[in-house]
């Protein structure tokens, strides 16, 4: 297989043209030979596995080619491997997935499928995911050169990690990345010089390590060429830490001393070390920040910020207005592909508008297939599949090199580290080709948003509905600031609920009718099953938008994270059915609005009734 690029360890070793060089040149060749790669990467896992009980179990007998793989060993869901799972954190030792010890175990967000799942990872695959970090900036120096001139100011962070009874680890893969020697004692590497000292990510205590990551990239702040986080939301969420805690902060740049409510004392020193007394800082500070519009608030801060590196596909694309008003249109950069499961591929064009993002998956992460799913009406037709597909659907998936522009797949990996032919949940559309390799773009997460009755409403769709109804709020210089959904079947029929919290800059209030007009159009968005429920069925009752309290939303977050949720993979749960969240939600209610009539319906599909 192609050969990684390799880091120097030493500032004078460093050579930056040939370093960018090798990973390029490293994309060429597993791109080029992309079938090639996936064949010999599949050879390897299965090899090196032959031995442990999971493929045993299914009859594999030590085969490493892909027919007889393809054949023998079934398609899964998480609840397929879970008693295995089970046994892994209850302490047996045995080689049940992975022929290599589990190292720990990688915890999903818990707001993606609802459920946290604990992946099984080695220790290798550090590496793997060292080598896809190692490919961005070179990607990015063909677009924005000069980028090893300054640093980066991105807001990461840690998260308390739990034991399972055997003793190993579980905690998000950020979090482990963070904590591994591979991102402490990393290289040097003029691309990851960032702003914020280890200390400071590495800071268990939220508040303190946003504030001191804030304040380490305001003194910064000429130096700073990009700013960034892993999730759209976490970055706003920090400009809006910094509307709140700036008088704080331009108070320490003053004085030269850290708040005394930062009391971790590794991150005192660490800071220490950057802040010096400088009121001409602290006087532009609480200059800029005291201005009434916020607009533009990035660059007049860190003038030299050449682009926002945040992931906005799926539903953080809600985001991007908020973002371009903070950022004045900086671009919007979204360079990877990953998940809890594996690291998967990089954007090639990463300064690209926001809807065109694609990725091109790296051959070398893992083994790649593909189920084929079919979308109507805007509904992803594989949420009804049974979790446990039939042999037919088996035989449906295809190969990396195989797929099909324009059509959509849900993602299925093979890893090294013990997943079989593991259907991620994430459906992708082939917008493209690097080489042999498709380039693909996010869609959705495979799992229903919101279903009273027959009705499946994905969070695509939602979102584009929520998107079309906001309109109705423009005349008022109002905006949608964040929301979210709940199937409330304690009515009868059962109804949608969204609950919006609002950003109000305009001084004339909104009538009710105008609310109840946003709940038509919702409606009128929605599939033909939804709305038949509605018109013919009566088996959904009308939508209902209920407005909460502003704030209500960082409560929501904070309440996730009390339970275990990672601050870096917290992304709002488009759909919640936890009874304490909805609670919680209610009881900030501050009004609701009810859609005041049925939608529009016909029999039949949309097409047939043009005329």
Avoid at 58 to 87: A, C, S, W
Avoid at 574 to 579: E, L
Wanted: aromatic share 10%; charged share 25%; glycine share 4%.
């Amino acid at each position: 297989m192609p050969e990684a690029p390799k880091n120097t360890l030493k500032p004078s070793d460093y050579n930056l043209a040939e370093k960018n060089k090798e990973s390029l040149q490293f994309i060429e060749d597993v791109t080029s030979n992309a079938d090639e790669v996936q064949k010999k990467v599949l050879e390897e896992i299965l090899s090196r596995n032959a031995h442990v009980e999971y493929l045993q179990r299914h009859g594999l007998n030590g085969q490493t080619n892909r027919e007889t793989f393809k054949k023998v060993m079934p398609v899964i869901n998480y609840e397929d491997i879970q008693p295995d799972i089970n046994r892994i954190a209850s302490g047996d030792a045995s080689p049940i997935l992975c022929s290599k010890p589990i190292s720990e175990f990688l915890t999903s967000s818990g707001t993606s499928g609802g459920e946290r799942k604990l992946m099984p990872t080695i220790v290798e695959e550090l590496g793997r995911r060292s080598l896809l970090y190692s490919l961005l900036m070179p990607v990015m120096n063909q677009f924005v050169p000069g980028l090893e001139k300054g640093k980066g100011m991105y807001f990461l962070f840690i998260k308390s990690e739990a034991k399972t009874p055997s003793g190993l680890v579980a905690r998000p893969v950020l979090t482990s990345y963070y904590k591994s020697t591979h991102f402490k004692d990393r290289p040097y590497d003029p691309y990851t010089n960032y702003t914020s000292p280890n200390e400071t990510i590495l800071c268990p205590d939220s508040y303190q390590s946003m504030y001191s990551q804030m304040l380490c990239g305001l003194c910064q702040h000429q130096e700073v060429l990009r700013v960034g986080a892993v999730f759209a939301s976490g970055f706003i969420r920090a400009i809006r830490f910094l509307e709140k805690y700036w008088k704080f902060l331009a108070n320490d740049i003053r004085t030269g001393i850290i708040d005394p409510q930062i009391t971790d004392p590794s991150i005192r020193e660490a800071v220490m070390k950057i802040l010096k007394p400088d009121a001409k800082l602290a006087d532009f500070i609480e200059a800029e920040c005291s201005k009434e519009s916020w607009q533009g608030i990035i660059t007049r801060l860190w003038p030299n910020t050449k682009y926002v590196d945040v992931i906005v596909t799926g539903t953080m694309s809600q985001y991007i207005p908020t973002l371009d008003y903070y950022s004045n249109g900086l671009p919007l950069v979204c360079t990877m592909y990953a998940s809890s499961e594996c690291y998967f591929g990089v954007n090639l064009n990463p300064i690209c508008k926001p809807s065109e993002v694609s990725y091109t998956l790296i051959p070398t992460m893992a083994y790649f297939e593909f189920l084929p799913v079919n979308r109507n009406n805007g509904v992803i037709n594989s949420v009804s599949r049974p979790k446990s597909l039939k042999e037919k659907e088996q035989q449906e998936l295809v190969d990396l090199v195989d797929v099909k522009l324009d059509h959509e797949y849900e993602l299925v990996v093979t890893t090294y580290a013990g997943l079989y032919r593991y259907r991620v949940g994430d459906v992708l559309r082939v917008v493209g080709f690097k080489n042999k390799a498709p380039q693909f773009s996010f869609i959705c997460r495979k799992n229903v948003v919101l279903s009273i009755d027959s009705d499946k409403t994905d969070e695509v769709e939602l979102q584009s509905a929520v998107k079309k109804a906001v309109n109705h709020l423009i005349p008022f210089d109002a905006t949608l600031a964040e929301y979210t959904s709940y199937a409330d079947t304690t009515t009868i029929p059962g109804h949608y609920v969204l609950f919006w919290e609002l950003s109000l800059n305009g001084s004339t209030p909104i009538p009710p009718s105008v609310f109840e007009d946003c709940c038509l159009t919702i409606e009128e968005s929605l599939n033909s099953v939804y709305r038949q429920g509605r018109v013919s069925d009566k088996s959904i009752g009308p939508l209902e938008i209920k407005i909460v309290e502003p704030g209500t939303f960082d409560k929501l977050m904070d309440y996730a994270i009390s339970l275990g949720a990672s601050i870096n993979q917290y992304k709002t749960p488009r759909c919640v059915k936890f009874a304490p969240i909805v609670e919680l939600l209610n009881s900030r209610a501050v009004s609701c609005y009810f859609s005041p009539k049925c939608p529009k319906w016909v029999p039949g599909h949309k097409q047939w009734n043009k005329n």
